[in-house]
């Protein structure tokens, strides 16, 4: 139950670099492609805000992952 909980976790942060990947390669409108251009233009705060998305999405995932194992194992527990 470990691994499972554990890669649930960090591929709610995959997703969306997962998703802007494939919109670029697609050729597929979205934030991808808005991304890119806004990497090529120096955009800077449009390109941060990409990244702390991303970066939430990842410091979320974890975070549920590790509050679902503290439910599911009963070793993790501090006495």
Not at 16 to 26: G, T
Not at 46 to 69: H, R
Not at 73 to 78: F, K, S, T
């Amino acid at each position: 139950m470990h691994p499972l909980i554990t890669l649930l976790g960090l591929s709610l942060g995959t997703l969306l670099s997962a998703s802007l990947l494939i919109e670029v390669v697609m050729g597929w409108p979205g934030l991808g492609p808005f991304f890119l251009e806004a990497v090529n233009a120096r955009d800077f705060g449009v390109v941060l805000a990409v990244v702390m998305l991303s970066t939430t999405l990842l410091v979320f995932g974890n975070l549920a992952a590790d509050l679902l194992l503290y439910r599911a194992d009963p070793r993790i527990r501090v006495k």
